[in-house]
């Protein structure tokens, strides 16, 4: 059993984890490819946020068996973590569940399963481990994802990321600069650095760091890596984003002048019942930080609609949250009552037609300001990373510092051969979503 496939599902984390667990396996001798057929052992890295991305799991998981019957099989991430060894009675085919918490044992897992264990779990979440692997296999080429904290301390009502991950354990800092400065050795200038809540990182090699080690410290250290051409972040917490985050943006542009700081509601009171330990105030004056910067601060955020209990009213001031934020982008999700969590607590009254009339409402109107706010770019010229090739229009696919897409015609055309370099493009045509222009 040497050959294995991997199938992932879900959030980033969950992407640069798969990406650590194949540098493991591959540095312990086995090979991966690229089809379930072609391989003796399936892994399959699930996501439990929504209870739509769990029931796909065991479909998924149910068509696995019927197309490769014989062959080992291992469920990997949230659901494992969550489901534990109910997976066995659910999916007897199964013969390995290990959480992402557990990912430093997975060696280990895999002796046992070759010498003939039927049945194999990693599902501790006492640990103060993170994975670290000397090995990482980046399937971006031009974009690499560097985990600095791992885990979540919050305990938002709605969510089971605090039971899947287990507690936070930051790396250290000197750990993620070293990961930082292979990365460009390898060619890459633009990094992505991972954590559910980035903004709580405190470098576990400095005691007492609280006082200075901080995420905007680590920030500016990254920004510094010579280089490095862009550096971004995700995921902040409100609760735990400070304005000198902003200060090290507005000080190094290496540091991508883009932020995703959810906010989940409007309303102060839903936000308490969420446990989210900030009230609408405390975000405004976030929003305000980022809106008085000196560079140009794209906001995105995310949204939950039909929190249990949500008014009329309360939804309305969601609805007016969206004229202050002059978002980016939105991505807006419908409550899902999940397992273990605190709002089980709460009848979910909210009907599924009233949350997408909701959810609908939100979207329209986010669209409509996304119109607005793209068009005033008009004209603008940009620095982009090239990204791709679209072959169906003939465009070089970019990104810009802000995270916007900048499709862009080059007079050279494909020759032009711009992959993976930054190029000028203006901005000749704005969409919702997306920008399109020529070569500048
Ligand atoms: N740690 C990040 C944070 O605090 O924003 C990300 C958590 S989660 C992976 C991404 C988003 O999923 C959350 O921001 C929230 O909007 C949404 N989400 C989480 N649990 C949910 C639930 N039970 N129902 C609907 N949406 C949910
Ligand atoms: Fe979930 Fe809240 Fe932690 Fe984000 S901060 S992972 S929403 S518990």
């Given at each position: 059993m040497k050959r294995f496939y991997i199938e992932t599902f879900g959030c980033q984390m969950n992407a640069h984890d798969s990406e650590k667990v194949i540098g493991t396996l591959v540095g312990r001798g086995y090979e991966q490819v690229a089809t379930p057929e072609a391989a003796e052992l399936i892994m399959y890295n699930t996501c439990s946020i929504r209870d739509k991305a769990e029931q796909k799991v065991f479909a998924r998981l149910q068509e696995f068996k019927r197309h490769h019957a014989g062959k080992t099989f291992a469920v990997l991430g949230c659901v494992a973590q969550q489901e534990g060894e109910k997976i066995f009675e659910k999916a007897?085919?199964?013969s390995m569940v290990v959480g992402s918490a557990s990912y430093n044992r997975l060696p280990e897992l895999l002796v046992q399963i070759e010498r003939g264990d039927k049945r194999v779990t990693g599902l501790s979440l006492d640990t103060e481990d993170t994975f670290e692997t000397p090995l990482t296999r980046r399937d971006n080429p031009h974009k690499a994802y560097i985990t600095i904290i791992e885990g979540c301390d919050k305990s938002c009502a709605y969510c089971v990321v605090p039971f899947t991950r287990g507690p936070e354990r930051s790396r250290t800092l000197e750990s993620v600069l070293r990961e930082a400065r292979e990365l460009v050795q390898m060619g890459y200038t633009e990094i992505q650095l991972l954590g559910q809540n980035v903004n709580s990182f405190r470098d576990p090699a400095i005691p007492g760091s609280e006082l200075g080690h901080d995420f905007a410290y680590l920030l500016r250290r990254i920004g510094e890596v010579p280089g490095l051409r862009r550096v971004r972040f995700t995921t902040s917490h409100p609760r735990d984003f400070v304005k000198d985050i902003v200060d090290a943006i507005d000080e190094n542009p290496?540091?991508?002048?883009h932020i995703h700081l959810p906010v989940q509601s409007g309303s102060t009171a839903v936000l308490s019942r969420m446990q989210r330990l900030y009230t609408r105030d405390d975000y405004l004056r976030r929003l305000q930080w980022m809106h008085s910067a000196k560079r140009e601060i794209a906001i995105t955020s995310d949204l939950i609609v039909g929190f249990p209990g949500e008014t009329e009213a309360e939804f309305a001031e969601t609805m007016s949250l969206l004229d202050h934020g002059r978002y980016e982008s939105m991505y807006i999700f419908k409550y899902s009552r999940r397992p273990n969590t605190p709002a089980l607590q709460y009848e979910d009254h909210i009907t599924e037609e009233e949350k997408t009339r909701r959810f609908l409402l939100l979207q329209e109107k986010q669209r409509a300001m996304q119109i607005r706010q793209n068009a005033e770019l008009l004209n603008r010229v940009e620095e982009v990373l090239v990204e791709g090739w679209n072959l169906a229009t003939n465009q070089w696919i970019g990104k810009t510092s802000q995270n916007r897409t900048l499709n862009f015609l080059h007079p050279?055309?494909?020759?032009?051969?711009?992959?993976g370099q930054y190029a000028q493009a203006r901005v000749t045509r704005t969409g919702p979503s997306s920008m399109g222009g020529e070569a500048a």
């Open positions: 007897p085919h199964v290496v540091l991508c002048n050279q055309g494909r020759e032009a051969n711009l992959l």
